[in-house]
């Protein structure tokens, strides 16, 4: 018993590295100019998309959702004269944000491009995401998946920072592939395509991913994480996390140059 008391004394007065919650770092990400976003009706059939696509503006839409009741949502107008009642959208994913999600490259011995968008951290912990007493060897914990379509932060005093995120969040990945453990499961497309053409597409910085979807209620939601400053933070901190609810129905590759679509992933048979 004597040898164990120091050992717990040692345990007890251990200082907490989890004592206190610091602030993100604040990185500043505006667009180099404004994005020109769709308006028009999304067609799921074509081949290739208008040079320099941007897909429909996610945080436009949300505004406008937000300020409706959610029975008058569907009849509405949300971007252009497009009712999410009897049309799709389509959003481009941020791709730049997405340093650990977006893997690509060249196979040279089956002279395919990889494309491949990892979907295992893309869980959304929030509240109402939360899968009370279910089985984690048959259900995720949390339902609820997301992509990330925007984000950008405003510095609205030198100490106080707010940042927007922007997601579209979905209940359905497992349409498009069997739920697995597998840490590189995700959207994933393998192209048959020469070397040369390959290279160039990658230095580029050309490749885009899109996600198309039906919107569906309760429409939308938000979440609000407020960080007090700190020594070494020495600044206030609010993050709001703004979700666009949908059915993803389909997950385009393609070239934003040219406006080539490069692949349409769609669910599995059932």
């Avoid at 345990?11 to 667009?31: C, G, K």
């Avoid at 339902?143 to 100490?159: M, S």
């Avoid at 192209?191 to 429409?219: E, H, I, Y």
């Amino acid at each position: 018993m004597k040898k164990l008391l120091p050992i717990l004394a040692a345990m007890i007065f251990l200082p907490s590295a989890h004592a206190v919650t610091l602030a993100p770092a604040v990185e500043i990400r505006q667009p180099s100019a404004a994005p020109m976003y769709s308006t028009a009706a999304f067609d799921r059939n074509a081949d290739t998309l208008p040079a320099h696509f941007e897909g429909h503006d996610a945080e436009a839409m949300y505004n406008a959702i937000s300020r409706l009741k959610e029975d008058a949502v569907a009849a509405t107008a949300v971007t252009g004269q497009l009712k999410p009642q009897d049309k799709l959208f389509a959003f481009s994913v941020d791709l730049e944000g997405a340093v650990n999600n977006w893997v690509r490259g060249y196979n040279k011995l089956e002279r395919r491009l990889e494309l491949r968008y990892i979907m295992s951290g893309n869980q959304v912990t929030e509240g109402w995401n939360w899968g009370h007493n279910v089985d984690p060897q048959t259900t995720d914990y949390y339902r609820y998946k997301y992509l990330p379509l925007k984000d950008y932060t405003v510095k609205k005093q030198a100490d106080d920072v707010w940042k927007y995120e922007y997601m579209v969040t979905f209940a359905n990945l497992y349409d498009f592939y069997p739920r697995t453990v597998d840490d590189d499961a995700g959207f994933v497309a393998m192209l048959p395509l020469g070397q040369d053409d390959a290279f160039k597409l990658l230095k580029s910085n050309s490749l885009r991913m899109l996600a198309v979807c039906k919107l569906t209620p309760p429409w939308h939601a938000q979440s609000s994480t407020f960080w007090k400053a700190t020594d070494t933070a020495p600044y206030d901190f609010m993050l709001k996390k703004r979700y666009l609810y949908a059915d993803l129905l389909e997950v385009w590759f393609y070239d934003y140059l040219s406006g080539k679509v490069l692949a349409k992933i769609k669910p599995l048979p059932k």
